[in-house]
């Protein structure tokens, strides 16, 4: 495949999985935490394919420059460094609904 094409999977699963990791946090704020949990889920398994691209990237680089870094590369590696800590910190924040909502209807 071309390296352009795998740059572009790269970024679609890097922002698939930043998508569903928003959706995850909406569905949280009303309560709904099965549709949160499956959000969550998703943002888990596009987050692990964006990551199998950029470990194969990597690999091919073999630590020596084979890779030509580009603008669209660099953009790809920023979708995934983003949607990797959007994904922790929906989760995080879930956490604390969960235990809030628990709280409330003590």
Do not use: Y
């Not at 922790?88 to 879930?94: K, V």
Request: charged letters at 25%; glycine letters at 4%; proline letters at 1%.
């Amino acid at each position: 495949m071309e390296l352009e094409n795998v740059i572009m999977e790269l970024i679609i699963h890097a922002g698939e999985s930043r998508s569903c990791s928003m959706e995850a946090l909406r569905a949280a704020r009303a309560h709904d935490w099965a549709l949160a949990d499956q959000h969550l889920t998703a943002a888990k398994v596009a987050a692990r394919e964006a990551h199998l691209i950029q470990t194969r990237l990597i690999g091919a680089d073999e630590g020596v420059g084979k890779i030509p870094v580009s603008l669209i590369l660099v953009h790809a590696q920023d979708h995934l460094m983003n949607a990797m800590l959007c994904r922790e910190l929906a989760e995080e924040m879930i956490h604390l609904h969960r235990e809030i909502s628990v709280l409330k209807n003590r």
